[in-house]
T-cell receptor, first 112, second 111 residues
Framework: GENVEQHPSTLSVQEGDSAVIKCTYS??????FPWYKQELGKGPQLIID?????GEKKDQRIAVTLNKTAKHFSLHITETQPEDSAVYFC???????????FGPGTSLSVIP | NAGVTQTPKFQVLKTGQSMTLQCAQD?????MYWYRQDPGMGLRLIYY???????DKGEVPNGYNVSRLNKREFSLRLESAAPSQTSVYFC??????????FGPGTRLTVL
């Protein structure tokens, strides 16, 4: 069945360093790849997304890259801050409004 | 504009009891979803509704039923709760464009 893998499961970085989270997906029909940030006790919040016709997208300190041939996509956070500490989920879907399969999540800790 | 709201926020049930989790969105989205979140397993889709009047099973539908009451509301019912249904439940909605919007979650414990 459809599957999204995510690595690492936990990540600890020093404030100011970069963090990278990697995902792979199994369904070659996937065309939409959102990333979510979940803070403790809250619901996931969309932080950035990328579609299959784009290889890279940036939004301030956050960037996503997509390699559709290899079925890989990654989240890059630069100049990390303590408020970036959260659980991050990658996901894959055929469209932005179709059912989505989530990765298991990465717990990011940014150490001041 | 409240986004996606869920009630209740917390609930404790005994095995065999029934309950309905309520979800409403005020963004005029066509699609709505119910997910459960368990430690180390991410978010798993229980049921979804692509539009008013339609519902479909997701990855883990057993033990649950849903009702798309109208465009705004999508409820999840546990007819006979089991300890395996202890989880955090999230409702979400989406429309063509920026992806899904999640509610704050319902933390359910089944004893």
């Amino acid at each position: 069945g459809e599957n999204v893998e995510q690595h690492p499961s936990t990540l600890s970085v020093q404030e100011g360093d970069s963090a990278v989270i990697k995902c792979t997906y199994s369904d070659s029909a996937s065309n939409y790849f959102p990333w979510y940030k979940q803070e403790l006790g809250k619901g996931p919040q969309l932080i950035i997304d990328i579609r299959s016709n784009v290889g890279e997208k940036k939004d301030q300190r956050i960037a996503v890259t997509l390699n559709k041939t290899a079925k890989h996509f990654s989240l890059h956070i630069t100049e990390t801050q303590p408020e970036d500490s959260a659980v991050y989920f990658c996901a894959a879907s055929k469209t932005s409004y179709d059912k989505v399969i989530f990765g298991p999540g990465t717990s990011l800790s940014v150490i001041p | 504009n409240a986004g996606v709201t869920q009630t209740p926020k917390f609930q404790v049930l005994k095995t065999g009891q029934s309950m309905t989790l309520q979800c409403a969105q005020d963004m005029n989205h066509n699609s709505m979803y119910w997910y459960r979140q368990d430690p180390g397993m991410g978010l798993r889709l229980i049921y979804y509704s692509a539009s008013e009047g339609t519902t479909d099973k997701g990855e883990v539908p057993n033990g649950y039923n849903v009702s798309r009451l109208n465009k705004r509301e999508f409820s999840l019912r546990l007819e006979s709760a089991a300890p395996s249904q202890t989880s955090v439940y999230f409702c979400a909605s989406s429309e063509q464009g920026p992806g899904w919007y999640f509610g704050p979650g319902t933390r359910l414990t089944v004893l």
